[in-house]
């Protein structure tokens, strides 16, 4: 079963207007990663962030991390054309192996 | 470095045929795996690697080998192809960070149709 549920599974908003993609997952975790893939090809990695950050910042990208809730979320401010894409959290949870969620399909009209 | 290889980039076999889809990655990481993608889902894991000699069994395993003679090379093996097998195959690169996973390197994918 997959580890990582993202939510919403799509979303579509105006160019320069801010994304929200949550992720929710069930173990404990050493960290949670995102992905971003456009349509038919590999993934690329955004930003790792551990079990023991809270929040973390590249660029555009803000993650912020609740192991309370077993909850994180990705945010991309500003958003733009080019960042229309599949994105996908992935947990390392200590036992070898990584766990992607289902993805949320984000579609930014320019 | 040319990352993370992967050949096949399309491949279509029937079923009952075997196939081993090649990795290669340049940059000495000690972690390798293979997923797989089905549409509109996330990715799965099917086997990973720690380091050279070491390999062990992902989420879905089943119908697959994989084998790590060297720390750049980790193929796929179907053994018996079925049409539930078709999917787009991702392979993916990492250091390990002790216990830790630390960020993955992706390939292009081959995308296989079983017929």
């Known amino acids: 079963s997959q580890q990582g549920e993202e939510d919403p599974q799509a979303l579509s908003i105006q160019e320069g207007e801010n994304a929200t993609m949550n992720c929710s997952y069930k173990?404990?975790?050493?960290?949670l990663q995102w992905y971003r893939q456009n349509s038919g090809r590999g993934l690329v990695h955004l930003i790792l962030?551990?079990?023991?950050?809270r929040e973390k910042h590249s660029g555009r990208l803000r993650v912020t991390l609740d192991t309370s809730k077993k909850s994180s979320s990705l945010l991309i401010t500003a958003s733009r054309a080019a960042d229309t894409a599949s994105y996908f959290c992935?947990?390392?949870?200590?036992?070898?192996?990584?766990?992607f969620g289902a993805g949320t399909r984000l579609t930014v009209k320019p | 470095n040319a990352g993370v290889t992967q050949t096949p980039k399309f491949q279509v076999l029937k079923t009952g045929q075997s196939m081993t889809l090649q990795c290669a990655q340049d940059?000495?990481?000690?972690?390798m795996s293979w997923y797989r993608q089905d549409p509109g889902m996330g990715l799965r894991l099917i086997h990973y690697?720690?380091?050279?000699?070491?390999?062990d069994q992902g989420e879905v395993p089943n119908g697959y080998n994989v084998s790590r003679s060297t720390t750049e090379d980790f193929p796929l093996r179907l053994l018996s192809a079925a049409p539930s097998q078709t999917s787009v195959y991702f392979c993916?690169?990492?250091?390990?960070?002790?216990?830790?996973?630390?960020?993955?390197?992706f390939g292009p994918g081959t995308r296989l149709t079983v017929l």
């Open positions: 993916a690169s990492s250091q390990r960070l002790g216990q830790e996973t630390d960020t993955q390197y």
């Open positions: 173990t404990s975790i050493n960290n």
């Open positions: 962030i551990r079990s023991n950050e």
């Open positions: 992935a947990t390392d949870d200590n036992n070898n192996d990584m766990r």
């Open positions: 940059m000495n990481h000690e972690y």
């Open positions: 690697s720690v380091g050279a000699g070491i390999t």
